[in-house]
């Protein structure tokens, strides 16, 4: 299944209307592709592949 993007949405961090947040992945890297995302003292590594996928990995 394939998200399309509000063409309003271009803040890092939205509230969309289920309540859940919403991030922007260009935003988390920066523009970039990598992204490192910490969570209870574990740290993740997002990437965007060139097919514009999303990895996580420990």
């Known amino acids: 299944m394939t998200a399309t993007r509000p063409s ?3 803040r890092p ?3 969309p209307v289920n309540n859940l947040p919403l991030h ?10 990598q992204a490192l995302i910490v ?6 590594n ?3 592949t060139r097919a514009g996928k999303l990895i ?3």
């Open 39 to 44: 969570l209870n003292e574990q740290v993740y």
């Open 46 to 48: 997002l990437r965007i």
């Open 8 to 10: 309003e949405f271009c």
């Open 13 to 15: 961090c939205a509230m």
């Open 24 to 33: 922007d992945a260009d935003h988390l890297t920066q523009g970039g592709n």
């Open 56 to 58: 996580l990995t420990k």
